[in-house]
């Protein structure tokens, strides 16, 4: 049994960055992918990166690549996503989610977390 709680979401600026974290709990925790979902009002749950359990392998949406940063740290039972260059189309709730899988799609994540807002200002 995995449980995640995300943090660090708030409301900034177009162009500004922003760290989310992922803490989780569950002595297996290093042994789980985990990936960063968002939903905006009326859209679907959307992919935006994963991260596999030792870190060496990373996924990341085409509409954040090279602006959307994830990293782990399993001492610390924490995944970490670096968000800069933010645009309002990235104003969505952020969820991080836990899988045995390194996938895509939300119905491959076992665990998740609560969400936390993002809202990007223009």
């Known amino acids: 049994q995995v449980q995640l709680v995300e943090s660090g979401g708030g409301l900034v600026q177009a162009g500004g960055s922003l760290t989310l974290s992922c803490a989780a709990s569950?002595?297996?925790?290093?042994?789980?992918?985990v990936g960063w979902f968002r939903q905006a009002p009326g859209k679907e749950r959307e992919f935006v990166t994963t991260?596999?359990?030792?870190?060496?392998?990373?996924n990341y949406a085409d509409s954040v690549k090279g602006r959307f940063t994830i990293s782990r740290d399993n001492a610390k039972n924490t995944v970490y996503l670096q968000m800069s260059s933010l645009k309002p189309e990235d104003t969505a709730v952020y969820y991080c989610?836990?899988?045995?899988?390194?996938?895509?799609?939300?119905?491959?994540?076992?665990?998740w977390g609560q969400g936390t807002q993002v809202t990007v200002s223009s």
């Open positions: 991260i596999s359990w030792s870190g060496r392998r990373t």
């Open positions: 569950g002595r297996t925790f290093s042994s789980y992918a």
């Open positions: 989610a836990a899988s045995s899988k390194f996938g895509v799609a939300a119905r491959e994540y076992d665990y």
